[in-house]
């Protein structure tokens, strides 16, 4: 189930906090208002900073490089690579959250025009009432378009079928060896034994097959996949090769992000 209330509510609450921080003239031009920042904890710019070296790590990024950012959001990791990447790259993003989709417009490519946002219409119980099954969504690019394309908490917010879909559709969009960096929450021998002990959500509680989901009236909340079921998808989806990174978000002491970062290679 969908949940509008709450998160008109969330909005509201954020959007005072807005304004107060406007009339007290301390407004950050260059960093999206709390209204919109609808995915992610931490220090906005830290964790964009983050998740770009991710990127830039894993993603054989050079000078001429063609980027897709699936699920871009409030250009969290755009902003980040914008600040260091020549003009000669093209960044495209996309994003189910039009207000997010407007303020990149107005802030990113009005700076960096090699950054370019679209607004995507897909239907998910978290962030979107109306538009197409994330099952059946077809990315709005061609064939064998972008070098490297990331997705950072968003398969976390896919089911089984919508995350095969997205990862065909990343495969088509990549050229042959291009790289998909991606985030999950992996279940493994070592992750299952500890869900039990973690707080809130990273509980996943309601088991679906190889899934574990954070609220079974609200898929889209968060999803735990796992680690074969996906490795299997990886290998449908047309990718020759993959890298299975473990993240800290089920108690490990160190690791190179939160969330488990899969590295594909058509």
Known sequence: MWRPIERLTRYAEAAWIDLRVFLAGKT???????????????????????????????????????????????????????????????????????GAIRWCRRRITRD???????????????????????????????????DCAFAFSLFTHLTLPEMSRYLRESSRVLKPGGRLVAT????????????????????????????RLADG?????AVAIDEGALAAEIIAAGFRRHTMLRGQWCGRAAAASFQDLVVCEK
């Open 217 to 221: 009236a609200n898929p889209a909340e």
């Open 112 to 146: 960096h025009p090699n950054f370019r946002f679209r607004h995507v219409s897909v239907r998910s119980s978290e962030y979107a009432l109306f538009g197409v099954p994330a099952a059946e969504f077809r990315f709005p690019s061609p064939n064998e378009r972008f």
């Open 28 to 98: 950050d031009p260059d960093s999206p208002p709390l209204r919109l920042r609808f995915v992610g904890d931490g220090d906005f710019e830290a964790v964009g900073d983050e998740l770009a070296d991710l990127v830039l790590a894993h993603g054989r990024v050079h000078p001429n490089s063609t980027l897709l950012d699936i699920g871009c959001g409030i250009g969290r990791v755009a902003q980040s690579l914008a600040r260091r990447l020549p003009r000669e790259v093209e960044y495209d993003g996309f994003d189910v959250v039009r």
């Open 184 to 211: 999950f929450f992996l279940l493994n021998e070592e992750s299952t034994p500890r869900l039990a002990s973690l707080q809130g959500l990273y509980r996943f509680p309601v088991i679906d097959g190889p899934m």
